[in-house]
């Protein structure tokens, strides 16, 4: 019976992971998000616990980095990325995700 507990838990936990939701995100320059840095173009978002996922949607590389995950008091209309910049480098410092409460902090 254990066995059966254990495999319908990850079956569900798999599961959980193909459905995670994905957020558009444009870079128009060259963007440094927490410890990476991505080149102008088209990205994919997902994040799971304590690290985002970009994925170029071109060449369908990707990079991780840590972030903070937290919970606003109202949802994003639209997803939102909220930068600085240093030199000629812009810096993520939050993205707010469109459709939800969650913000992500680099």
Known sequence: MKKLIAIGV???ASMSLLSAKTYDIMVSSTTKAGSIELKPGQY??????GNATFTDVNSS???TT????????KKFDTTQM????QGET???????????KTKLGF
């Open 44 to 49: 994919k978002l997902s994040f799971n616990g």
């Open 61 to 63: 590389k990707t990079y």
């Open 10 to 12: 990850f079956t569900l």
């Open 82 to 85: 909220e930068t600085t910049k």
């Open 66 to 73: 840590p972030v903070k995950v937290q919970e606003g008091d």
């Open 90 to 100: 812009e810096v993520i410092q939050e993205i707010d995700l469109g459709g939800s």
